[in-house]
């Protein structure tokens, strides 16, 4: 335990903005996979990436002991099966590598949003864990559309055609999903692939419907001005200003 100890505060020295770093490595997860081509070289280049993101979510959801080794055990077998089906190109080693990611991102979703609402006043690392956490549910689902694809082939179509999309494509499916943009290249087909996204359109109005009200439920309203010894009023000043002046302009 003690180890466990130092090495979560060792990482969390290298991350001392935990919620930061993860929220820019979930901006360039996400630019990178629409951008890179599916090659050897961009599949190498977006499980680099991803690696780094494992980090730092490990790193953002490791403020207590436990948390710490739930990641850890979640983000080494991902990164184990991701890099063995890079090197031997092995799809049953990718859906290994897509189920251990998806478990890490539920738990850390999970532990961002614990912390982002708890009753407390809003601060600049919350901020960026409730945005990391939104774009976290992105790859959560494009992880899952992954899955489905796996397991069930033909679920998804592209243009009209039925085929395999790619990593970076179930990513942007995902994005707008989330939003609920929709543009209606991509399309499911099959029912599991149709309750995903059903899902994930719920999940993305009720995220920001229910963050909205967390973060306006932290400014209360403020009190009632008590009338003062002298017996002032509890009409502000200045309208009392202004009630006089009317008074005295329409005094004949």
Known sequence: MPTIDRAREAL???????CFYLFVGL?????????????????????????????SAVAAVGRSRWSFIIATLLALPAVLFQLRALITDDATQLLYAWIFNAALYVVTIGYLMRYVF????????????????????????????????????????????VTTPSFGDFLYFSVTTLTSTGFGDIVPL??????????????????????IARVAGVYPPPPLREPSAAGESETPRFIRRLRERNRTDTTP
């Open 27 to 55: 901006l360039v997860l996400l630019t990178s996979a629409l951008f890179l081509d599916p090659t050897p070289r961009g599949r190498a280049l977006l499980n680099a990436i991803n690696l780094l993101l494992d980090i």
């Open 118 to 161: 708890q009753r407390d006043v809003i601060t600049a690392d919350k901020l960026y864990g409730a945005a990391a956490g939104y774009l976290m549910l992105a790859a959560l689902w494009a992880f899952g559309y992954s899955i489905v694809e796996r397991l069930h082939p033909g679920s998804f179509s592209i243009g009209g055609n």
């Open 12 to 18: 969390g020295q290298v991350f001392f903005q935990r």
């Open 190 to 211: 099959q029912r599991q692939a149709r309750a995903l996204c059903v899902l994930e359109q719920l999940t993305g109005a009720l995220f920001l419907a229910i963050l």
